[in-house]
C-alpha cells in the first residue's frame, strides 16, 4: 500500500500546489483591482480639489481655499484630506527627493506607508498658484479594507483547498488501493512465495494495465521455472542414483569378503548333515548354526539393497548417532578389507531428513576417508550438537588434501583420487543433499596430516 500512498500524496501535493498558486494569483489580481479602485477615487477628487482651490486660492485668498480643504476632509468619512506647502529644494515629509521633485513639477504621486500599526495610502496631488508657489493635497486612506478583503479571500481559498484536497485524497486513495495497492501486494506475495521456492498459484488480475502485463509475465515465469525445476530434480535424482550404485561398487568387494565366512561355516555345517555326521542333537545344532549364519548374510545383504534402492525422499525425525552406527555397519566390511579401523562416539542429535539420503552423505564421506587412509589407520565419525546445531564429523588421517585442492573439492566430477578409484561425483552429490536440508558442510585438511569434514543441519529439540 505504500505506492498508493505516496500517489495518494503526490496528487494531493499537486492539488494544493494549484490552488496555491491560484490562490496567490487571485490575490494579487484582487490586491490590483481594490488598488486601482481606491487610486481612481483619489484621482477623481483630487482633480476636483485641485480646480477648486486653484479658485479659491485666486478669487477669495488662502484662508477661504485652505477652510474648502478642511471642509472637504469633514465630508470624507474614508479619507483623510490635508493640504501641504512645498517649498523647492526641501524634502516633504514621507516623500523623498525624487518624488518631491516630480511633484513641483506637477505631477501626481502614490505611495503606501505603515501608520499605527495600518498600512496607509497616499495620493498627493499639485496645486500650482498664480503667485507662484506650490501646494499639494495630500489623500490618505486606511488599507484595512483591503486587507480585510484579502483575508477572506485567503480564508475561502484555503477552506476550499482542505475540501477538494479531502474529496481527492479519498477517491486517489480508494483508486490507488483498487488499481495499484491490491495489485502490487499481489505481486509481492507473489515474488515472495517464489523465492521461497514455491512457484504454485498463478497471480489473476482483472485490470487491463502494465500491472497485469506484469503478472502474466511473473505467471509464465514461474512456469518455466517449474518446469525446469522438474527436469533439475529428476537430473539430480538421477545423478544421486547413479553416485549411489557407484558407492555400493565400492561397497561390495568388501561385501563378498564379509559374505565368505558365513558361506563357509554353511557349507560346512550343510555337508556334515548331509553324510549324517550330524545325527539327534549335534543335527539340531547344525541347523542351528546354519540359520544364524543365512541370518547375518541376509542382514548384510538387506542393508546393501537398502543403500542402493531408489525412492521418494521422506524427511522424518532421525537421530544422527543411530544414522552413524547403522552407517558404520554397512561400511565394516570395506574398512576390514583396507585394514582400517572405524571408530563411532558422540552424543544423539536429532534432525528433520531424509536418512536414505544423509546415509548416502555419510557413507560416500566414510568411503572416502577409508580410501585415503593407509593400512591400520583410523577413521572416526563423530555425532552431537553444537550451539543448537546437530553435526556429522568424519575425521581420517590419511594423505589430505592440496590447499590448491579445497576449494574444488565439491565441484562436480572433480576428484583428487587415482584414474578409476572415483567418479568426482560423490562429494558434489553430498554437498547438494546438504544443502537441500538446510545444512553445510566445513573441511579442514593439509596434506600429511589427513582430513576433517562436518556436516552440519538444523537441530530438533529433544522431547
Known sequence: MKLARKLTLAILAVIVAVFALNAAERIQRDRRALRDDILRDHRSLSRALQVVVRESFREDGEQRALSLVEAANQRESLMQIRWLWVTPGKTLEQLNASQTAHLTRGGDVNLVSQKLGMRWLHTYAPVLLDDGRIGALELSESLASEDEILRSTVLRTALSTVLIAAIASVVTAGVGVWFVGRP????????????????????????????????????????????????????????????????VGRLAAGVAHELGTPLQVVGLEAKRIAVGRAGG??????????????????????????FARKRTPYPARLDLAELAERTAQLVAALAARAEVRLEISGAPAHVNADTGQLQQVLTNLIVNAVQASTQGGLVQVETGVHEGGAFLRVIDHGVGIAAEALPRIFEPFFTTKDVGQGTGLGLAVAHGIVEEHGGRIEVQSELGTGARFTVWLPGLEVV
Open 281 to 306: 542333537a549335534h543335527a539340531v545344532e547344525s541347523a542351528q548354526i546354519v540359520v544364524a549364519q543365512v541370518d547375518r548374510m541376509s542382514s548384510i545383504i538387506r542393508q546393501l539393497l537398502d
Open 184 to 247: 502490487v501486494a499481489a505481486l509481492t506475495e507473489k515474488a515472495r512465495r517464489v523465492g521461497a521456492g514455491d512457484l504454485s498459484g498463478p497471480i489473476v488480475l482483472q485490470q487491463r494495465d502494465e500491472l497485469a502485463d506484469l503478472a502474466r509475465e511473473m505467471n509464465a515465469m514461474c512456469e518455466r521455472l517449474e518446469g525446469e525445476m522438474r527436469a533439475r530434480q529428476q537430473a539430480l535424482a538421477q545423478l544421486r542414483h547413479a553416485e549411489r550404485l557407484n558407492t
